[in-house]
């Protein structure tokens, strides 16, 4: 069974870094119990290549995770890759970044209306554990907290803002995790205010390496991008916090290629 999200009839703008135009996105859904969605090709161009998943959580409520997700995502589905994102939630936002105007429970796809413009970005909502998810070339997790590791192979990403809330979540984070060393990502940083200078300086103190090297600013782009039913990427590409975004997608792919590489190499 399928049904078809209403989209905004705007069209999207790439960031100049890509050559194409935009695309307008299509959304496809069905239910978890029905057939897989039957969109288009899973990788335009070629051998199919699966890079090691992510699995992402927040150090606390509202720090931006579903953002941080769906803006990666649309950077990855701009370069015509495909993106699988599991969000462990009755009722997922995730629609919303690409245009949808419904609250996602089960299964959706969005897909670019032309050709060769993007790849696909497919997700799944839903509470607790789902059975082997179809391949794709970037899989995010998102989960409340990060649990065992069912492999290891994962990339296991926690997002932190520069708070109080946060914070005070960290030392019971770094103990649950004890042993499995998950990177640290600093969300909605402002380099004018002290606090925020002062907890950055403070977690790299702490985690080192773990601390992610990239830092996604807080800015109202981001806000405004989401109620036109779009990621920063498309509403405003050339700013601070797009490229910030930019540097992040590097970040996970050298990260998840660095991964595979010491995997293929242990075995």
């Not at 100049?16 to 978890?32: A, D, I, Q, Y």
């Not at 036109?228 to 996970?252: C, H, K, M, Q, Y």
Request: aromatic residues 6%; proline residues 6%.
């Amino acid at each position: 069974m399928h049904r078809t999200f209403p989209v905004q009839p705007n069209q999207y703008r790439e960031p100049e870094r890509v050559t194409h135009s935009g695309p307008r996105w299509s959304v496809l859904k069905n239910v978890l119990d029905g057939r897989p969605d039957d969109t288009r090709d899973e990788h335009r161009g070629g051998v199919h290549r699966t890079s090691r998943p992510v699995q992402m959580a927040p150090a606390a409520g509202g720090v931006g995770v579903t953002t941080i997700a769906a803006t990666l995502a649309r950077v990855f589905s701009g370069r015509g890759e495909s993106v699988l994102i599991v969000d462990h939630v009755a009722g997922s936002m995730l629609p919303f970044y690409f245009g949808g105007a419904e609250i996602l429970s089960g299964r959706c796809s969005f897909i670019g209306s032309r050709e060769g413009d993007a790849g696909t970005v497919s997700m799944i909502a839903v509470e607790g554990e789902i059975e082997e998810p179809r391949p794709a070339d970037h899989v995010f997790d998102l989960t409340a907290e990060l649990g065992d590791p069912s492999s290891g192979e994962e990339l296991r990403v926690v997002v932190v803002v520069p708070d109080l809330h946060s914070m005070v979540k960290l030392a019971s984070i770094e103990q649950r995790t004890r042993g499995q060393e998950p990177y640290y990502l600093l969300n909605r940083f402002d380099n004018r205010v002290p606090l925020h200078n002062d907890v950055r300086s403070w977690l790299s103190q702490q985690l080192k390496h773990r601390l992610l090297p990239v830092t996604i600013r807080r800015a109202d782009e981001v806000t405004q991008a989401l109620a036109e039913g779009r990621t920063v990427i498309d509403d405003a590409p050339n700013s601070g916090v797009a490229e910030d975004f930019w540097r992040l997608a590097e970040w996970f792919r050298s990260a998840q290629w660095n991964r595979a590489a010491a995997s293929a190499a242990g075995r």
